[in-house]
T-cell receptor, first 115, second 115 residues
Framework: KAGVTQTPRYLIKTRGQQVTLSCSPI?????VSWYQQTPGQGLQFLFE???????NKGNFPGRFSGRQFSNSRSEMNVSTLELGDSALYLC??????????????FGPGTRLTVL | AQSVSQHNHHVILSEAASLELGCNYS??????LFWYVQYPGQHLQLLLK??????LVKGIKGFEAEFIKSKFSFNLRKPSVQWSDTAEYFC?????????????FGQGTTLQVKP
């Protein structure tokens, strides 16, 4: 099976711009979660989607948003970029079995640099 | 708020030495526990997980972890490390009752194995 794929792998943007990142989960995985990884804050949960619904959201400002499509692919959007948004953004997918979420498998990430 | 603490931020060992990385979490209810590894230039990979049952779990590449509920701990061990184990290791917790994909990560431990 193909793993979690994320596009693009690298992005350079300037302050004030917006950006959209894409994630394709492992086939059959219906839950997609997003994380931000920085040297200072480590890995922090952004949000999780299941069946096109956001089920949980981390402590991030409203500039961070996401969505999930009917094929389980997900996108996250960051508007009005700030320098502090420079990070590795990771997507993870998991099976949901009998209503319970299983192990999350991570993609390679999108490295976002804000200048 | 739930949190995960990894006691060792940077560990340096010689090949064949034994490894133990500490992980403690703060939550009194049922949790699912994970150790992930991030090799240089690679994405996060699952080492092992604990959902229920035998508190001693075995993972890939000779790693194992023991869940001690009374101590809220899930320490990672390997009897003899190899140079190829050089990586960053993350402990993560998922709160069972939330039934969402939110993983709470520790700050990570960088392991450097000297040949």
């Amino acid at each position: 099976k193909a793993g979690v794929t994320q596009t693009p792998r690298y992005l350079i943007k300037t302050r004030g711009q917006q950006v959209t990142l894409s994630c394709s989960p492992i086939s059959g995985h219906r839950s997609v979660s997003w994380y931000q990884q920085t040297p200072g804050q480590g890995l922090q949960f952004l949000f999780e989607y299941f069946s096109e619904t956001q089920r949980n959201k981390g402590n991030f400002p409203g500039r961070f948003s996401g969505r999930q499509f009917s094929n389980s692919r997900s996108e996250m959007n960051v508007s009005t970029l700030e320098l502090g948004d420079s990070a590795l953004y990771l997507c993870a997918s998991s099976l949901v079995t009998s209503g319970r979420i299983d192990t999350q498998y991570f993609g390679p990430g999108t490295r976002l640099t804000v200048l | 708020a739930q949190s995960v603490s990894q006691h060792n931020h940077h560990v340096i060992l010689s090949e064949a030495a034994s490894l133990e990385l500490g992980c403690n979490y703060s939550y009194g209810g049922t949790v699912n526990l994970f150790w992930y590894v991030q090799y240089p230039g690679q994405h996060l990979q699952l080492l092992l997980k604990y959902f229920s049952g035998d508190p001693l779990v075995k993972g890939i590449k000779g790693f194992e972890a023991e869940f001690i509920k009374s101590k809220f701990s899930f320490n990672l061990r390997k009897p003899s490390v190899q140079w190829s184990d050089t990586a960053e290791y993350f402990c993560a917790v998922n709160v069972y009752s939330s039934n969402t994909g939110k993983l709470i990560f520790g700050q990570g431990t960088t392991l450097q194995v000297k040949p």
